[in-house]
């Protein structure tokens, strides 16, 4: 069975800062998805970016980046230039191809300070 | 253009009760899903469909009845309520094919409170 670890409950940042987010998962599967979910306070679901296991290459979407280590199974996401609405629970989730089974993480609540 | 509706936003339950979360999606997508959000744990995934007529059980599915007559349409039944229900329900849809980025689309959720 998959399984996802945010190991930060919550985290802070200054405003223009960057910040990352950890996350951690366990699987035996070569194939997959990654994904950053945020959720801010109006507690609607926003994927920020996604990740193809068989792509070396890192995502990217704007402000927002991933470090992601194939062999240490390892998915961070890194926040560039941090603004006020960047304040929201952040979540890590795992799925199999054509699964569309999301396993999240716990989430890692952020908080972005002026 | 309307993407997964959930109705109602806010519920407020006695023990014993029972009523249905809807969720609705005009996207034509194949996959849909129940998860439950709870402090601490994340969204657990309750039951899922892969198209009308087929359903399955995630990981938390006690308590929890779902069917798919059409592909727009994904209720999910409490026969009868807990407290350890007390949660914010999402619904989720996607296409399961490589186009389509294998991307869920979430609804705006649903509060339950179950006293």
């Known amino acids: 069975a998959q399984t996802v670890t945010q190991s930060q409950p919550e985290m802070s940042v200054q405003e223009a800062e960057t910040v990352t987010l950890s996350c951690t998962y366990d699987?035996?599967?070569?194939?997959?998805?990654l994904f950053w979910y945020k959720q801010p306070p109006s507690r609607q679901m926003i994927l920020v970016i996604r990740?193809?296991?068989?792509?070396?290459q890192n995502a990217t979407e704007n402000r927002f980046s991933v470090n992601f280590q194939k062999a240490a199974k390892s998915f961070s996401l890194k926040i560039s230039d941090s603004q006020l609405g960047d304040t929201a629970m952040y979540f890590c989730?795992?799925?199999?191809?054509?699964?569309?089974?999301?396993?999240f993480g716990q989430g890692t609540e952020l908080s972005v300070k002026p | 253009n309307a993407g997964v509706t959930q109705t109602p936003k806010f519920q407020v339950l006695k023990t014993g009760q029972s009523m249905t979360l809807q969720c609705a999606q005009d996207?034509?997508?194949?996959?849909m899903s129940w998860y439950r959000q709870d402090p601490g744990m994340g969204l657990r995934l309750i039951h899922y469909?892969?198209?009308?007529?087929?359903?399955d059980q995630g990981e938390v599915p006690n308590g929890y009845n779902v069917s798919r007559s059409t592909t727009e349409d994904f209720p999910l039944r409490l026969l009868s309520a807990a407290p350890s229900q007390t949660s914010v329900y999402f619904c989720?849809?996607?296409?399961?094919?490589?186009?389509?980025?294998?991307?869920?689309?979430f609804g705006a959720g649903t509060r339950l409170s179950v006293l």
């Open positions: 989730a795992f799925m199999k191809p054509w699964g569309g089974k999301l396993i």
């Open positions: 469909s892969v198209g009308a007529g087929i359903t």
């Open positions: 990740q193809e296991a068989y792509k070396q």
């Open positions: 989720a849809s996607g296409k399961t094919d490589i186009l389509a980025k294998n991307i869920q689309y």
């Open positions: 996207m034509n997508h194949e996959y």
């Open positions: 699987t035996s599967e070569n194939n997959y998805y």
